[in-house]
């Protein structure tokens, strides 16, 4: 099996007849009929009036049914989808749209091994979210807190079961339970089997709910109202409480119900994160009202944090527009005129930019992109590494790669949060560097503004502001000296050239002083940090650089990242550069990768070096990768195992 498998069924005479597999992409006969004997109890209590989604731990499985107008039976055809169960998710399954009914009577449906198409999750998000979804996600989520295995809930009309389904997928996950759910949305009749783990939820017409325990009651319906308002600030309170911290279900449990209140009502906070006392402002549309990357320097809902001084803006809507004057070389005001209508007034904001408060009139006034405000806290991501390390080079590679839509192997998309800044660096770095070949200059001293900034999406999940930072070695290295970001980063890339491994000295000192303000900062455990062997065409035929080299995966996979940071480590280890992965024994979460950002030496004049043969850049994507998924860009299983 590959992909997700489809396999059309037809039964004759309905739900009690003999069903008949009259297409299937799996790979023989044999295959086919031990599903369909597996699948046989399901298939004859489902209905077209809902849908069924098994997971079996490792595979999971997706049923529709369709029912031809003229029918007498129950049902006629069913289509069933099989896939790992990282790939066929409940919410995904509960996302797929019901397809043509005459295609499927004409066994037209199939449709390959290729991942079925899913409608956009904004919709059903939507009615999760609203009231009469509230009706039956309540007692759903206080029998599944209680540690119900099989809870049967009424059906009333259609699609309301798949939405409360998908709203007690959805507040399991932010609680940290991680135990399989299982749903069939419309059952003719009760089906209990115990080959299905963790939680099995039916729907059936005219059943009672069961009242759950008082506790567990009050417990949903508080989740369930601030999921309702707002799943993003309910995702960040959680975890910002330390609600996921306790391993077992039971303790979290406990703690979940003695800690919960005080969190709502914005009196309890057991990490020193602010306290929930004020809501976010409303997104425009679900998802887009964005939690912090971490939960220590990140500014209060509603809050942006200048990432220049680090001055909190309260009042961001209020203030005064700004734009950039290049035959002036300055920013002047930009007001927006006032009988602006709603499409012009979107298309003056884009290029618009706001003056931090805190600004003055000496020299240090900054501004910032309107966007930057508008998306939550980002994740803030700086490059290290002493000058001629190569972090410039990794950077304009990396922006290129994203620009080129590479992210999307990985499920990931993104878009600018600021379309002229990104312009910029396309142009001054990007461009020379992958276009024409020529070798960048270092990064310039004293530069306090990021260098590029994205709104990444993973999935079909929200976007998230991606913030990158590109400061000189020389200012990293300076004593005393610090970039403000530091004090709020989330992750760091130290990037490494292997000369300097080679030559055997004691340390970096960039890395000792960035190391030195996270630690004051008191979030060393909260950055992660990718160690990257940089320039590694330089040392292309050692191994295990040169097997690394040659790797292309295109995957998520924590087992991957683990074996390749295990091997650079073990590699800077065997030349007496232990000091260089002090990041990974400070920092929460750390991965180590070998990247080569132009595939090979630059020759000519120093002022005026070019890469004769090209840039071909290898790996430069990974630890972007790595850290998407330590600061929680990425989510899911896999990406929880990522850094050791």
């Given at each position: 099996?590959s992909?997700?498998?489809?396999?059309?069924?037809?039964?004759?005479?309905?739900?009690?007849?003999?069903f008949?597999?009259?297409?299937?992409?799996?790979?023989?006969?044999?295959e086919?009929?031990l599903?369909?004997?597996?699948?046989?109890?399901?298939?004859?209590?489902?209905?077209s009036?809902g849908?069924?989604?098994?997971?079996?731990?490792?595979?999971?499985?997706?049923?529709?049914w369709?029912t031809?107008?003229?029918?007498?039976?129950?049902?006629?055809?069913?289509?069933?989808?099989?896939?790992?169960?990282?790939?066929?998710?409940?919410?995904?399954?509960?996302?797929?749209?019901?397809?043509?009914?005459?295609?499927?009577?004409?066994?037209?449906?199939?449709?390959?091994?290729?991942?079925?198409?899913?409608?956009p999750?904004?919709?059903?998000?939507?009615?999760?979210r609203?009231?009469?979804?509230?009706?039956?996600?309540?007692?759903?989520?206080?029998?599944?807190?209680?540690?119900?295995r099989?809870?049967t809930?009424?059906?009333?009309?259609?699609?309301?079961?798949?939405?409360?389904?998908?709203?007690?997928?959805?507040?399991?996950?932010?609680?940290?339970?991680?135990?399989?759910v299982?749903?069939?949305?419309?059952a003719?009749?009760?089906r209990?089997?115990?080959?299905i783990?963790?939680?099995?939820?039916?729907f059936?017409?005219?059943?009672?709910?069961?009242?759950?325990?008082?506790?567990?009651?009050?417990?949903a319906?508080?989740?369930?109202?601030?999921?309702?308002?707002?799943?993003?600030?309910?995702?960040?309170?959680?975890?910002?409480?330390?609600?996921?911290?306790p391993a077992?279900?039971?303790?979290?449990?406990?703690?979940l119900?003695?800690?919960?209140?005080g969190?709502?009502?914005?009196?309890?906070?057991?990490?020193?994160?602010?306290?929930?006392?004020e809501?976010p402002?409303?997104?425009?549309?679900?998802?887009?009202?964005?939690?912090?990357?971490?939960?220590?320097?990140?500014a209060?809902?509603?809050?942006?944090?200048?990432?220049?001084?680090?001055?909190?803006?309260?009042?961001?809507?209020?203030?005064?527009?700004?734009?950039?004057d290049?035959?002036?070389?300055?920013?002047?005001?930009?007001?927006?005129?006032?009988?602006?209508n709603?499409?012009?007034?979107?298309?003056?904001?884009?290029?618009?930019y706001?003056r931090c408060?805190?600004?003055?009139?000496?020299?240090?006034?900054?501004?910032?992109p309107?966007?930057?405000?508008?998306?939550?806290?980002?994740?803030?991501?700086?490059?290290?590494g002493?000058?001629?390390?190569?972090?410039?080079?990794?950077?304009?590679?990396?922006?290129?790669?994203?620009e080129?839509?590479?992210?999307?192997?990985?499920?990931?998309?993104?878009?600018?949060?600021?379309?002229?800044?990104?312009?910029?660096?396309?142009?001054?770095?990007?461009?020379?560097?992958?276009?024409?070949?020529?070798?960048?200059?270092?990064?310039?001293?004293?530069?306090?503004?990021?260098a590029?900034?994205?709104?990444?999406?993973?999935?079909?999940?929200p976007?998230?502001?991606?913030?990158?930072f590109?400061?000189?070695?020389?200012d990293?290295?300076?004593?005393?000296?610090?970039?403000e970001?530091?004090?709020?980063?989330?992750?760091?890339?130290f990037?490494?050239?292997?000369?300097?491994?080679?030559?055997q000295?004691?340390?970096?000192?960039?890395?000792?002083?960035?190391?030195?303000?996270?630690h004051?900062?008191?979030?060393?455990?909260?950055v992660?940090?990718?160690?990257?062997?940089?320039?590694?065409?330089?040392?292309?035929?050692?191994e295990p650089?040169a097997?690394?080299?040659?790797s292309?995966?295109?995957?998520?996979?924590?087992?991957?990242?683990?074996?390749?940071?295990?091997?650079?480590?073990?590699y800077?280890?065997?030349?007496?550069?232990?000091?260089?992965?002090r990041?990974?024994?400070?920092?929460?979460?750390?991965t180590?990768?070998?990247?080569s950002?132009?595939?090979?030496?630059?020759?000519?004049?120093?002022?005026h070096e070019?890469?004769?043969?090209g840039?071909?850049?290898?790996?430069?994507?990974?630890?972007?990768?790595?850290?998407?998924?330590?600061?929680?860009?990425l989510?899911?299983?896999?990406?929880?195992?990522?850094?050791i």
């Amino acid at each position: 099996m590959s992909g997700v498998d489809q396999i059309t069924v037809h039964a004759p005479s309905g739900s009690a007849g003999e069903f008949r597999a009259v297409r299937s992409s799996l790979r023989n006969d044999d295959e086919t009929a031990l599903w369909l004997r597996l699948l046989n109890p399901w298939l004859q209590i489902g209905r077209s009036l809902g849908c069924c989604y098994l997971n079996f731990g490792s595979w999971a499985v997706s049923i529709r049914w369709y029912t031809e107008p003229s029918s007498v039976h129950d049902w006629d055809y069913s289509v069933i989808y099989i896939g790992k169960v990282d790939q066929l998710t409940a919410r995904y399954a509960l996302e797929l749209p019901d397809l043509d009914q005459r295609a499927v009577h004409a066994s037209a449906g199939l449709h390959g091994t290729s991942t079925p198409e899913h409608a956009p999750g904004e919709q059903i998000e939507a009615r999760a979210r609203s009231a009469d979804a509230a009706t039956l996600l309540v007692p759903l989520l206080a029998h599944a807190l209680e540690g119900e295995r099989n809870v049967t809930m009424p059906w009333t009309e259609p699609g309301l079961p798949e939405a409360a389904t998908w709203g007690l997928v959805s507040i399991l996950e932010m609680i940290g339970d991680t135990r399989p759910v299982s749903v069939l949305t419309y059952a003719a009749a009760a089906r209990a089997d115990a080959s299905i783990p963790g939680l099995l939820v039916s729907f059936r017409p005219g059943v009672p709910v069961v009242p759950p325990a008082p506790r567990y009651d009050a417990l949903a319906g508080r989740l369930v109202r601030k999921f309702a308002a707002d799943p993003a600030w309910l995702r960040w309170a959680l975890a910002a409480n330390g609600m996921l911290d306790p391993a077992d279900d039971a303790t979290r449990m406990a703690k979940l119900i003695e800690v919960w209140p005080g969190i709502e009502a914005g009196t309890t906070d057991t990490r020193g994160a602010p306290t929930m006392t004020e809501q976010p402002r409303q997104a425009t549309h679900p998802g887009t009202a964005q939690p912090p990357a971490s939960t220590r320097g990140a500014a209060a809902p509603g809050v942006v944090r200048c990432p220049i001084c680090l001055h909190q803006i309260p009042d961001w809507d209020k203030l005064d527009y700004y734009k950039w004057d290049s035959r002036r070389e300055q920013y002047v005001p930009n007001p927006a005129e006032e009988d602006l209508n709603e499409v012009q007034l979107a298309r003056h904001r884009q290029s618009a930019y706001v003056r931090c408060p805190n600004s003055k009139d000496d020299g240090t006034a900054h501004y910032l992109p309107v966007s930057y405000g508008k998306f939550g806290n980002p994740v803030m991501l700086g490059f290290v590494g002493l000058t001629k390390s190569g972090k410039t080079h990794l950077m304009a590679t990396m922006i290129g790669a994203i620009e080129n839509g590479e992210l999307q192997e990985y499920g990931i998309t993104s878009r600018p949060l600021d379309y002229a800044s990104h312009l910029r660096f396309l142009q001054d770095r990007v461009e020379p560097l992958m276009n024409e070949g020529r070798q960048l200059p270092g990064t310039q001293e004293n530069v306090r503004m990021f260098a590029d900034a994205f709104l990444m999406r993973a999935g079909d999940g929200p976007e998230r502001p991606v913030i990158l930072f590109d400061v000189a070695g020389g200012d990293l290295a300076k004593e005393g000296e610090s970039k403000e970001f530091l004090w709020i980063v989330d992750g760091l890339f130290f990037v490494i050239d292997p000369d300097f491994v080679s030559t055997q000295r004691v340390g970096d000192k960039t890395f000792s002083n960035v190391l030195s303000v996270v630690h004051d900062s008191g979030r060393s455990r909260l950055v992660s940090a990718a160690i990257v062997l940089s320039k590694a065409d330089k040392v292309r035929f050692n191994e295990p650089v040169a097997r690394w080299l040659r790797s292309a995966e295109r995957t998520l996979d924590a087992k991957e990242f683990l074996l390749e940071s295990a091997d650079v480590y073990a590699y800077l280890l065997t030349r007496k550069a232990g000091a260089l992965t002090r990041p990974y024994q400070d920092c929460q979460k750390a991965t180590l990768h070998v990247a080569s950002p132009t595939g090979g030496p630059s020759e000519g004049e120093p002022e005026h070096e070019i890469f004769s043969r090209g840039v071909a850049p290898c790996r430069v994507l990974r630890p972007l990768v790595a850290m998407l998924a330590m600061t929680g860009v990425l989510t899911g299983p896999e990406a929880e195992k990522v850094g050791i």
